[in-house]
């Protein structure tokens, strides 16, 4: 069980990690998609923004794989916990409903107050 923990800790570790890098990307890319439109903007410029733009838009397709490793990195993270959820309800039903064995004391101030309140 604590194998099970710690493999979906891992997963959501990769998983944040990845996110968190994909994020910095996209921030950075939606300011330089803002500054190409201005670039754009501006027709005497257009032949000399091309390349620039054909890189943009390759960065930008290479970054669809990130996607799919932060997809497929959340999904083993789930599939990671539901497994623990699992082998945790497995081992609670496992467990005695009542541990008999165990007495209550004979000394408790709930039961005093509780006796007063009678």
């Known amino acids: ?5 710690i493999a979906a800790r891992d997963e959501l570790a990769k998983f ?5 890098t994909f994020n ?16 754009l903007s501006k027709l005497d410029n257009l032949s000399g923004q091309s390349e620039d733009v ?28 539901k497994e623990f959820l699992t082998l945790l309800n497995d081992y609670r039903t496992t467990l005695p409903a009542r541990f008999s064995h165990v007495a209550a004391p004979v000394d408790s101030v709930v039961r005093e107050h509780a006796a007063m309140a009678r």
């Open 54 to 81: 054909r890189e943009f838009v390759s960065d930008v397709i290479a970054h669809q794989a990130d996607l799919r490793f932060i997809t497929m990195s959340a999904q083993k993270f789930v599939d990671e916990s």
């Open 1 to 5: 069980m604590l194998r099970r923990l």
């Open 24 to 39: 910095s990307w996209i921030e950075s890319a939606y300011r330089t998609l803002e500054d190409k439109e201005v670039a």
């Open 16 to 20: 944040t990690n990845e996110l968190n």
